[in-house]
């Protein structure tokens, strides 16, 4: 068995906030330790939503070394200054059209389920990271574990270069097989913004996780 080695730690937004409450959180995640990504995830908002949420937490993680990315939306990505976009239709033509709108420097992140397959075209068509899930049942999207997931993420540190992101229901608890995998990145959604100790508690307790693995 390979090493573990500690993946980077990458937050989703909760699907359904309060702008400035939320811009708040945010400032306590960051402060508890690094966070490598956040990307902002409303898929049921409207788009002057967006807008305000967006503005309000970029201006909280500019203030770190974080990337903060858009889902779904390349154009409204680059409208408001944000460092890419996340996409969970893992389309080939998708993937190039953002990267058209965004330019060659910004992040282009795809959500790969379990597939090998999509996640090579996509890979090969630009994007940056993928990611592979649900690692375990997550409430935040109501999903239970995919099969073959783990496996995915260690086939892919292993034979690609490209970072992958493990994601779903993972905690501070349930890292170790994660992980075994080498993945580059841990998602983090509710583990965070509904930690007892908060945002900052929940960031510093997945960090006292990941240094207890090296």
């Not at 573990?4 to 945010?26: D, G, M, N, T």
């Not at 999903?143 to 270069?161: F, H, I, N, R, V």
Request: with cysteine; charged share 20%.
């Amino acid at each position: 068995m390979t090493d573990p080695v500690a993946p980077q730690l990458y937050l989703v937004s909760p699907p359904r906030f309060e702008p400035e409450s939320f811009a708040l959180q945010v400032r306590a995640a960051l402060q508890g330790g690094p966070v490598a990504c956040l990307q902002l995830w409303m898929p049921d908002a409207s788009e002057d939503e967006i807008r305000t949420a967006a503005t309000l937490v970029l201006a909280e993680v500019k203030s770190h070394d974080t990337a903060f990315l858009l889902n779904g939306n390349a154009k409204l990505a680059a409208y408001l200054g944000c460092d890419g976009v996340h996409l969970d239709m893992p389309d080939v033509k998708s993937v190039k059209a953002a990267k058209k709108i965004l330019g060659d420097d910004a992040i282009v992140g795809v959500s790969c389920g379990i597939s090998r397959h999509t996640s090579m075209d996509v890979a090969e068509a630009g994007a940056d990271y993928v990611s592979f899930g649900p690692v375990f049942a997550t409430g935040t999207k109501g999903l239970p574990a995919a099969a073959g997931a783990l496996d995915t993420l260690s086939w892919w540190a292993e034979m690609m270069e490209v970072p992958c992101v493990a994601v779903g229901g993972l905690t501070p608890q349930n890292l170790t097989p994660v992980l075994e995998t080498r993945c580059e990145f841990i998602c983090a959604v509710s583990a965070v913004w509904d930690h007892p100790d908060g945002p900052d508690g929940a960031v510093k307790a997945f960090h006292t996780a990941l240094e207890a693995s090296e």
